[in-house]
């Protein structure tokens, strides 16, 4: 009789052990989840200040230009030359038609780091302009009077 009792106390502990390691996993999965929760909620929250960032730099250049930055290339890296710049044609005074397609916020242009033109989930923000409100001759944004 003391072996079988010796066998349910072993089966016992088992169970115990088992229920333990349950426990302690869905402690771990929890903690897991809500730092997931968290780090949402902080890329979520860090749009808007990033955006009146970009909406201040913006305005900041049409008061000094009298025109809308043409958007800056998309395709290139970062550290390539020209990243981040502004696709002014000298010539024409107009963007350049092709880099509208895949055309980005020209930080570099607007005096911003590249981080400021990207989104809170580390995209670079997308930045369209009607080429008239970007044209150097024609003005339409020239709010001076």
Request: with cysteine; proline share 4%.
């Amino acid at each position: 009789m003391d072996r079988a009792r010796t066998e349910r106390q072993r089966g016992g502990v088992l169970v115990a052990a088992i229920a333990v390691l349950a426990v302690v996993g869905l402690a771990v999965f929890a903690v897991a989840l809500l730092r997931t929760g968290e780090r949402t909620l902080a890329t979520v929250t860090a749009a808007p200040e990033r955006l009146a960032k970009l909406d201040a730099a913006l305005a900041q250049f049409v008061a000094q230009h009298r025109r809308l930055p043409c958007p800056a290339r998309g395709t290139l890296a970062g550290s390539s030359a020209g990243a981040g710049t502004e696709t002014l044609n000298s010539a024409t005074g107009q963007c350049q038609p092709a880099n509208q397609q895949d055309g980005v916020v020209p930080w570099l242009t607007l005096g911003l780091s590249e981080e400021d033109g990207r989104d809170s989930w580390n995209g670079r923000i997308s930045y369209r302009v009607q080429p008239s409100l970007a044209s150097n001759l024609m003005r339409l944004m020239d709010m001076s009077w």
